[in-house]
Each structure stands twice: as structure tokens, then as C-alpha cells.
């Protein structure tokens, strides 16, 4: 295989995947909360009706990932990825005409479909394909989008709803979609290094390698997988820490409204704390590359917990500065750590089967975690109880996971 001076062509895979994530998974994942307080009065709903909306979109994306095994062992990734992110904008125009929340339900269905297809799963393939080195800075820097993309959009949309409604701010960003992402899903994007002539940045894997190579080249099943007691434990740790990080960044704005602070002032500390993210992705990718699996994973748990304890406690804005902060690395996890940990512990031979795995109940603890955020708001008028609970859950999955990365470790000295 060819090896090519200059600029390898993974960076480029990267900034299509960073595109997707600053423009797609944050607009439709991270920005809602910008438009609870509009839609909820116009429709005369409760926030968790209206958070519900999330639930339906990240239940569709767990459908796809539960079945990423068999969709991206028959088709091109490149492929479904172009169609699915040509479509999404199309649906998220819809969003515009809604006139009851059902129909926000149903539109929520197809564009988490299509998020699932172009989004977490086939994007953390490519990587995997694409980079033998530098593997933990290439995934940080694509997942930056969704923090970077929100610190940028967040401001600009919240701009958007107070002068020209909640409708027309739904139309603006689905074009903005379609003209930034689909040209980068149509032109760029290649489902293998050898579509290019090239190999994976870093050089292809030597057969002469270490034993832990080829472990990693080779890895296992999804079937072999799920005979490992850490696999399972491994999914719920998932759950709960992307349920805590999903209430994190979509009840941000909220929470600072509701603490008496204008609504521009509540969304420009929810862009801070996204641009916060962004930062962290990139420095989390580097840490994983670093120090590893065990140290970086319970660091950032550690983060979460301490972030939600800050949000609880907030008295004045230096216990809110100081949760936006300490969240970022935290929730950075949710995207940088779960492929990394992925391929760490079961290896790249089934990967996208036994990532859909994860990635379905990340998606699961993201369809619960907002929406029980707001049931608590709305039975207690506070989401102090709700920020309390989350540092809780995430204490208890620091030693989940220190216990199971125990057992991954002598599974594979054996």
C-alpha cells in the first residue's frame, strides 16, 4: 500500500465527522432546551411532555445502533451515511410546520433514525478504520463538534427565537444542515483507506507484533463478547453516565433561567459550557492516548460527579461556572470514551456490532435522563433533586468500572 506525503486523508474523514457532530448531533441533541420555554407555551404542554421529544429521537437512534452489526456489514458506510444525512435536514424543516406535540413525536422518529445512521456508530467505524495511531486525538477532535458547534450555534440561536420565533428558527437551521454537511457526506468521506490507496494513519498493524496487537487487531465477536461478565456490566455504566451528561447539557438553559437570569444570559452560559466540552474532547482524546483507559474513564466519572454536586449546590453563578467547567471533561466520556473503551476491551473484529451494542444503551440513558430530569422538575419545582441524584448514580459507576476494567485486564493476559 502506498504510503502519501502530506496531509493523510483521515484528517479529512475527522473534519467530516467533526461537521456531522457541530451541526447534527448538536443541533438536534444539544439545543433543545433552547426551544422548551417557546414550544411549551405555545402548545400548553409540561417540559417533560416536551422533553419527550428527545426520548423518541434517541429511541430511534437505539434501534439503528442495535442493529449497526448487520446494516453496516452489508452496505457501504459512506452510503448510508450520505442518505441518511441528506434527509435528516428535510425532516428537521418539518419541526417548523409542527402544529400539536404528536406531530413533533413523529418527526422526532425519522430524524433520529437518520442521526443514528450518519451519526456515533459509523462515524467511530471510519475512525477505527482510518487511524491505527493517534486513534484517542482523532476521535476527540471529531467529537469536538457538538461541543464546539454549540458554543458557536447556541448564542446565535437563542438570538434566532426571540426575533424571529421558535418556527422559523427550526427552518434557518435545517438549511444550514444540508448546505454545510451534505457536500462533506457526498464528496469526502471513504469507507476504507485502500478506497484511497493509502493505509490507516499510523501505518498498517505488522503481523510480527506484539501479542496485544494482535489482540487488538483481532478482538472479538459481539457473540464472544457477551459471554464476558464485563461486557454487561459495562452497558448499564453507559446508561447512567449518558443519562447524567444528557441532563447536563439540555437543562442547562432551563435551569439558569429559572434561577432568575435572562434567557440570553442562560443561553450564552449554555454555549460556554458547550465550548467547555469542546476543549475537552480534544484534551480527553489525548489523555485516553496517554494514560489510558482506567485512569482516564474514572477521571472523567469523577467530573460528572462533581459537576452534578456543583449544579445542587448552586447558591450563585461561581457554583455554576465552577459545574460548567468540571462537566466538560465529564461529558466529553459520553463521546470520546465509550469507542475508545470499546475497542480497548473487545478489539476491532467485530466492532460496529459490538459498539451498536453500547451505543444503544448510551442512547437509552439519553432517551431516559432529560425527561426524568424534568419529572423531577416538575414534581418538586427544583432540579436540585435531580442533580443530587446524578452524582450519586456516577459514584457508584466509578467502581462499576474499575471493577470490570480488573476483569477486561485478566481476560486478556490470559
Excluded at 73 to 90: A, D, T
Excluded at 170 to 192: E, G, N, Q
Excluded at 281 to 309: E, N, R, Y
Aim: glycine share 8%.
Amino acid at each position: 500500500m502506498e504510503k502519501k506525503k502530506g496531509l493523510h486523508y483521515g484528517w479529512l474523514i475527522v473534519f467530516s465527522c467533526f461537521m456531522i457532530m457541530s451541526l447534527y448531533l448538536c443541533i438536534v441533541m444539544n439545543c433543545p432546551g433552547l426551544f422548551l420555554i417557546s414550544v411549551t407555551e405555545e402548545f400548553g404542554i409540561s417540559r417533560s411532555q416536551y422533553t419527550l421529544n428527545t426520548t423518541v429521537i434517541s429511541v430511534a437512534m437505539m434501534i439503528v445502533a442495535m442493529n449497526a452489526g448487520r446494516i453496516y456489514s452489508k452496505f457501504s458506510v459512506k452510503k448510508v451515511m450520505m442518505v441518511s444525512s441528506i434527509i435528516l435536514p428535510i425532516a428537521y424543516f418539518f419541526f417548523s410546520k409542527a402544529t400539536s406535540i404528536y406531530m413533533f413525536y413523529a418527526i422526532s422518529a425519522v430524524v433520529g433514525l437518520c442521526l443514528g445512521l450518519c451519526g456515533m456508530v459509523p462515524m467511530s467505524t471510519l475512525i477505527t478504520r482510518w487511524f491505527n495511531g493517534k486513534k484517542g486525538l482523532a476521535t476527540g477532535l471529531a467529537f469536538t463538534g457538538s461541543g464546539l458547534g454549540g458554543m458557536i450555534l447556541q448564542p446565535i440561536i437563542g438570538q434566532l427565537i426571540a426575533n424571529t420565533g421558535w418556527r422559523n428558527t427550526y427552518a434557518i437551521l435545517a438549511v444550514i444542515m444540508f448546505v454545510l454537511v451534505v457536500p462533506c457526506t457526498v464528496f469526502i468521506l471513504k469507507d476504507d483507506p485502500a478506497d484511497k490507496g493509502l493505509e490507516p494513519y499510523g501505518g498498517a498493524k505488522k503481523a510480527d507484533e506484539t501479542v496485544a496487537v494482535a489482540v487488538e487487531e483481532d478482538g472479538m465477536t459481539l457473540g464472544e463478547a457477551r459471554k464476558k461478565a464485563y461486557f454487561w456490566m459495562f452497558l448499564p455504566l453507559v446508561t447512567l453516565s449518558s443519562a447524567a451528561a444528557c441532563s447536563m447539557v439540555q437543562n442547562v438553559s432551563p435551569y439558569v433561567t429559572d434561577l432568575g437570569f435572562d434567557p440570553t444570559v442562560a443561553a450564552s452560559l449554555s454555549a460556554l459550557s458547550l465550548g467547555v466540552l469542546a476543549a475537552c474532547k480534544v484534551l480527553l482524546g489525548q489523555i485516553f492516548d496517554k494514560k489510558g483507559s482506567l485512569f482516564t474513564t474514572v477521571m472523567s466519572l469523577t467530573c460528572l460527579v462533581a459537576a452534578a454536586a456543583c449544579y445542587a449546590s448552586a447558591v450563585n453563578t461561581a457554583f455554576l461556572y465552577a459545574g460548567i467547567f468540571i462537566s466538560g471533561l465529564g461529558i466529553a466520556y459520553t463521546t470520546v470514551g465509550y469507542p475508545i473503551n470499546t475497542q480497548t476491551m473487545f478489539g476491532k473484529k467485530d466492532y460496529s456490532a459490538i459498539y451498536g451494542n453500547v451505543a444503544s444503551f448510551s442512547s437509552i440513558g439519553t432517551a431516559l435522563g432529560s425527561p426524568i430530569t424534568s419529572l423531577i422538575y416538575d414534581a418538586t419545582g427544583s432540579y436540585r433533586m435531580a442533580w443530587a441524584m446524578w452524582a450519586a448514580v456516577n459514584a457508584v459507576a466509578i467502581f462499576v468500572f474499575i471493577a470490570l476494567n480488573k476483569m477486561a485486564e485478566n481476560d486478556r493476559a490470559k
